[in-house]
Each structure stands twice: as structure tokens, then as C-alpha cells.
């Protein structure tokens, strides 16, 4: 690249420069007609931009990273710090800079035409070149650019269109956000040709009175504008009005700037169709340029949905509604491609995403592909769109820094250009973790005046008080604040504005505890409204575990069971060998790379269940709708009635006319059959047809009340029959059992547990290696046993007793463990046995089918489940504790041959069965490294910790810990 101008300005290290050459950003749509560039294109990798092209070429693909596509340079994950120590505006010396080069002949009918290059996103210099002559330079790497080669390209004679990626720089700086760094163009390029004159921009504005205004910026590159043109537009076969009002204002400022080329077109549509996320009703809209004489130079099209946002008091409105936002952070992200997505990738991410209760979607950190948008607008979802600002390693100095001015209003700018028509968009947000300073205030004083439909925000500026009028934040969009600190701010009296957490419920391996006091507290305390869940992506990237190297595009290796294929792993930080990395913190979504949804997706679509039972009264079960907009016609409904005993009956439910917001009560569907025992109500709530994200008879929610609670908690003591058999050692003997009962404290830290420092202490206290002590075995004339033991941990010693009873086919066992002060906090209080190999099946009466534990534990309903052994665990990246079921009353453990064990438990427990000790998880550090034992690892708890969001975030709740002091627990072991 030496010698040629555009290297010669380095524009990589001068963050006053974002641009050179580049159009301005629009919203125009240019898709119809384009002329596609993607494809393999010949490609070098150079050491750095300085260096000279001419070395062989290879290919590469684009849209496409090329971390992922074979070379040398491969992806590297760092969350706040850099990966290179230059201070800004500096970049590394070694700096790889990808050359991509391609002819392009454009057709005959292009001829004498404006032809346009736009580039989707190149990460994170674009430098373009044709024939070799300098056009342009463009930064963000996440939104397009583009530059006009009408003056370079003419049809019949193919021309060399070079487009030099350089991957750090100036801009890296505030592209410093929590995932992999890439290099490439990954997003799609293409050329589009209008005539010279041509509508330069279109921008929307439709409220939910129907009214609709189209502002039209029209230029002709030609020279000044031709006499005559006027705009024309039509919404669904209405004829929209040219404003001649606006006209004639423009007309006068002639005087000044020559005529403006604005025009302004309206319409009042009555009996409006709204726009929300539960009805996302889209109009289209055809905006056409014409000539003095008619005839037609330009078109745009646009789906429009009527809709309100606005803020009032301290709550956020759309159409007049208090809305929740049931929120998640999202990454362009797939798991071959690192960060090019494709139309069909970002439906389905959108499509689980309805299907579990979401409704809005913070674009975190960077403004996504256009076509999240278009797919948010019609399938439903309230955006929060995010421009490519982070500058989080050097945030202080960055925030103030003139240099980088320019490049925050720019960015945020260009990003209102791009999305202002989109209905989704509700609130602009300035970036992320970049501190506060004047660049920021610049960037929010531009989008006020420019777009004054739409609430902007900023983290960095609300959380300096969260009651502040002043800043460049409309909202208070906290990350990871506690609940009782914001409930109590709401309460205070001092709130000023709507509070919705930017960031909460960090959701890094087995996580997201209290989600569901979240959504009771924010449901009941006016002035919370929701929040965004960090996030959607576990970012795994799939590697070959042979050569580790990214497995890439068209690869395949892909499952649906959140497992790589066999000889592949889902790749985190450092497993690429980077020296600089933040590990697994990569790995912290609400789904698995391969979009396998984890086990909080169930307890969040059942958190977000449009209709509810409220309660069981005399009259019957009140039923309540829980959305905005919507009835409940489009729901269907069926009632299961679930007994202890074993007997289930199911009916189906009449769901009644209910408006948003109201309740009614309907008819018990069942008697109650005589008997004692527990008895659950759930009523299996699907789609009545096909909805756009879901077939008719996708679930939706499956609320549930008990109708009958269990017979006395504790039944009085089993009289003895047989004998039961122990070693030397106080250790049960049993045929089914290949390691006998013993004490657990101990579980394989998850990574809230670790990162929030319990792990360490864990370990320090010695409870992953308790040392048991038989003190005392006595065997009774009755044929009982009873054993004292001793665990010595470095913290102190726990008592353990266990009561062995024969009972007819089995062994009654009751235990206790009393643990010293000093253990104030520990995993697990539980029995820990081991099976023999065979017993495949666990079937049990508790909450399930999936993984629940005591603070995720509202989205499992209670009811009979069956899932084979070998699919109770759920495969965290990084293997953790795992795999557990809250609330089981008696579970049993059967082979084929429905031989087996059945374990009654004293009261509802945390059972965990997996083929894993807590000692197998931690000793590796990926899922692919796990031998599963043949037989099943069993945890009985008499107590467990909640699993909280230490990670990142508040520890467990204080209700959700496990307390020092005696603990007892009792269960019945049975052959079958
Ligand atoms: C916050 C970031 O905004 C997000 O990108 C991610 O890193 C998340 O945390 C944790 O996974 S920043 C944090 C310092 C609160």
C-alpha cells in the first residue's frame, strides 16, 4: 500500500477522521435491482497496511471474518482490556490488514446511471479503491458505506475494485466491546445504480392516530435540481397529500441555499391498525420521485407502523401503554461465521425468541444487521438501538477527548439515519461502558433534535444519579444494580424517569437466579419496567479439536442439543491461543452457539405468560391477561390435573374474552378425586394458529396453581422389617449402588460461584475434599443401624448421622448434618450415591422436565416427567454443576427392563442426576473433555444454594443460601 494516498494519510491512527468520500447515511431502499457482490473474492492478508500487496493471492468470502476463514489470524476474545497496549489513537505495529479484490462489470443498462458501492460492514478501517485510484475511507464497523463510482465504472469494461481492511486502530478504541475481535467485511457489498436524480433520503414518522408524514430529501448529482420534480406516495392504496405548506417554506429559503429539494408528504389513516410488539401490524408505503412530467426517477419502499413512544412522569409509553420490557441484549453472532449472520440465522435467533416470551431486544453494542429490524418490525419487538461506541479500557480518557468527537457523533448519527423508519426502534442509546463526558453530550444533543419521536439513553450518564434531569440519558438503564436497590429508588419518591436495566440477570453458564422476584418486584413497584437479560448468545465458536482451528463457514458440526459434534468444541476465550483473553465470560447467554435454548428460557416464557391463573377461589380459577394489546383469542388452552399418586387427567379450556389487564373466573374443570395428596392444576396454554414466530399449538406458557397439598410432612417413623447391610466403615451395602450414601457440601462451582469468589472458598474451606471419620456404628436388636461420622474440612468438622431402617423392599434411611459456624455459606447439604450402570430413565413427580433450581425454579411446573439420564444434564461450555430438579417428591432410576431403584423423599428436594462427580466437572474445562461414569451420580439436598448471578452481578439472594446449623433430611431407597 506505500505510495498510495489514502495509506499515505494513515487514516488508522486519526480519529478525526471517520470518513473520506463516503455518502451520507439514508434510509432509502436499495435492495431491489442491486447488483450482489458477495462471493469468494482474491484475498491477501498483509502484516501490516504499510506493507506492500503483491505477494500471492488466496480467496476469501464475502460477507465473511477472516479469523474464521483460514488464515493465521485467528479470533481472540477480550472483554474490557484491549488486546494490544498502545494507548489511543495508536495501534499495534502488527497490524493485519486483509486486501480483497474483485472485477466488476456492471450491466449495459447502467449506463450513464449513478452507480453506488455500498459496503455492509468492514471491521474496522474500509479503504476503497478502483483501477487503482483512491475513492474512499469509511470507520464503524458495523454499519454500512457508501461511495459513488459513477465516474470509475462504465458497463463493457470491467474494472478492479480493491477494498483494503485494516483491523485495528484508532477506531478499535471505541469498538472495545465484551466479544471476539474479528477482521473482515462481514456484512454483504453490492453496487446499485439510480438516475442522477434521485431521493436521497426518506424519513417516516407515523403515530397511533394514524397520522403519517414522509420527509423526502431529493438531490441530482447532475447539478442543481431540474425544474418541476415533486414526490408522490402511497400507503396500501391511498394517495398521500404533498405538503404545499412545506413546500412553499422551503421555496423561501431559496434565498439562502437555492431550492432545498425537501418535500414533505402526509396522510391520516383512520381506524389505524397500531403498531406493538404483540400486534405488529406494518403498512406499506411506496415513495416515488418524479419528473416535471410524471414519469418516474426514483423509488423507495417502506413498511410502516403507526405507533407512540414517549415518556411521562417516570413511566415509558407505547400507544399510551405502560409497557414491560421483557428484554434481551443481542449479539450478531453464529458459531461458524463469528459475526456474519444470515437473514435466515437472524429469524430463527427471533423466532426463539418470541417463542419464550421476549418482546424487546437492546442491540448491544453496535447497531445489528439491517435485517434485525425488518424482522423486529414485523415479528414484534421493541429495540433499544445501540451505536458502535465502547471504549471501555480507556473510557475516562476517551469520553472527552476532542479527537474523538467527531467519531461519536458520527456513529450514533449515522445509526438514526440508517434506522429512524423502523417501528421497532424505540429508544436510541449512545453505546456502552464508554464513561460520561462531552462527546457524549454532543452525540444525545444531535438525536434531540434531529428525532424527538424517541427517547435516548446512556448507562454511563444515568448511573451517575439516577435522578438526574440534566444528562445525555432520558432513562435510567442500569446494568446489574440489585433489585432492592432499585425497587427502593422507585419507592424513594425521588425517581424522575422510566428505570429499565440496561443489562441484569448475567446468564454465564448455570445462572440467573431470582429472575422471578425480578419480574414480581417489577410487576408490582411502579416505575420498574423491565430489562434486558445479558444475553442472548453463548458466543462458543465451533473449533476442530485436532488442529484448533475455527471450523468456519459451510462447516459442519452443528447439533440441537447445545453439544459440538464429535471432535469439535465450542471454542471460548484463550482456546485459540490468544495470550490476552477473558476465558468463558464469552459464554454467557440465554441460549447455546448452536441456539439450543438453556433451561432459563422455560423459567422466562413461563415469567412472561400472557395469561395467568391468579388464583383458586370458591368460583372457580381466575384467569388474567397479561399483555398490553392483545386478547386471548389467539391462545388455546387445555387443563391437566396432575396427582401425586400418579393419576392424570386432562380437559380441555374454554379461555374466556379477557381485554388486557382484566380477569375472570372460570369452572373447576375436574372434581378432585377422593384421597389424600398433593394435586396441581396447569393449564397447557398454546397457540390457537399459526403466528407468524410459532405453528398453531406451539406452548406458550403453562401456569399452574395446587389445588391439594401433601399429606403431613412427616409420616411417622417406618417400623423395621429384613436387615440392612453396612461395612466396617458405617457404608450402606446394596446391590443397586456402587458408592454408598455419604455427606456432599460440595458442588462443581458454577461460574457465579466462582467468579463471585464463593468457589475459591469453598476450596479453601475443603469441602470438595471432606475427610469422613466413622466415630460410631451401632446396629440395633430392631434391625436399625446407625452411623456417626466425622467430615474434617480445613474450616472445621461436621457432624453426620445416618439412620439406616429395613423396610419392606428397601431401606428407610433419615439423616442429619450439623455444620460448625464457620461453614456460613456452602453449596449443598445432601446425601451423594452412586449407581450401577443401566439405569438409563429418570422418571419423577417434582418440578421439571427441565433443569430447576431453588431460585429458577418458577418456570417448572409440578407434574410426573420422564427424561433419559444421559439428557438430565445441561453441557455449560465450561462443565459446572449441573443437571438438577427443584421440588422432587420421588423419583425412580430404571433400566429397560424396567428394573430399577425408587427414591421417596421426606418433602420436596433438589435431586440431581447426572453421570458426573462434582470432582469430573471441575477437573476439565471444556464439555467435550467429560467421560460420563456408566452408572447415574445421585444428589439428594436437604438444602441448596440458589444459584444468583455472581458472575456478573448480585450473589445469591440471602433467602436462597444455606445456613450453618443442623440440617435433616430423610428418604426411602426401594428396588423395583
Ligand atoms: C457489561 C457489558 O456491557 C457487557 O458487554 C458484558 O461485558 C457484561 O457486562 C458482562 O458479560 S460491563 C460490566 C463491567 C458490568
Redesign the pocket.
Known sequence: MTGDPLSALRPWEAPEVTSWGRLPMNAVDRRSGALPLDGDWRFQLLSTPDAPVGGSWSSAYVPGAWTTQGTDDLPQYT??RMPFPEFPPHSPAANPTGVYEREVDVPAEWAGRRIVLQVGAAESVLLVHVDGRPVGVSKDSHLAAEFDLTHLLAPGSPSTLRLTVVKWSDASHIED??QWWHGGLTRSVLLYATEALHLADVTVRAGRYGELRVDCRVRDTGGALPEGWYVSGELEGRLLTQDTGFDRANAEDERVSDFLGEARLTATVPDVRTWNAETPELYGLSVRLHRADGTVADTSRHRVGFRDVEIVGRDLLVNGERIFVRGVNRHDFHPLTGRTVTYEDMRADLVLLKRFGFNAIRT??YPNDPSVYDLADELGFYVVDEATVESHDHAHEIADDPRYLNAFVDRVSRMALRDKNHPCVIIWSLG??SDYGANHDAAAGWLRRHDPTRPVQYEGAAKLDWAATDDASDLACP??ASLEECVEHALSGRQTRPLIWC?YS?A?GNSNGTLADHWAAIESTPGLQGGFI??FWDHGILQRVSDARPVGRGGVGLHDNGVAAPGHRWAYGGDFGEPIHDGA?IA?GVVFPDRTPKPVMYEHRELAAPVRIECFRHEGIVLGNHQHFRGLDWLSGEWELSLADGGRLTAPAELPDLCPGQTAAVPLPFELPEGGGEAWLTLRVTTARDEPWAPRGTVVCLPQVRLRAAAPARPPLPVPRGRVEVDTDGLLVHPLLTAAPALSLWRAPTDNDELGGMGPRWRAWGLDALVRKVTDVRHRADGRVTVHAEHAAEAGVVRHVQVFTPVEGGIHIEESAELPDAFTDVARVGSVFETIAGLDLMEWYGQGPWESYPDRAFGAPVGHHSVPVDELFTPYLRPQESGGRHGVRHFTLSAPDATGLTVVLDEPRQVGVTRYRAGDLTAVAHHDELVPRAGCVVHIDAAHRGLGTAS?GPDTSPSYLVSPGVHRWSWTLRAL
Request: proline fraction near 0%.
Open positions: 472483554n474490557v466491546q465484551d448491544s453494542h456502552n461502558e446494568m446489574y443489562e448475567h454465564m445479558w444475553e465470560f454467557d456478573c
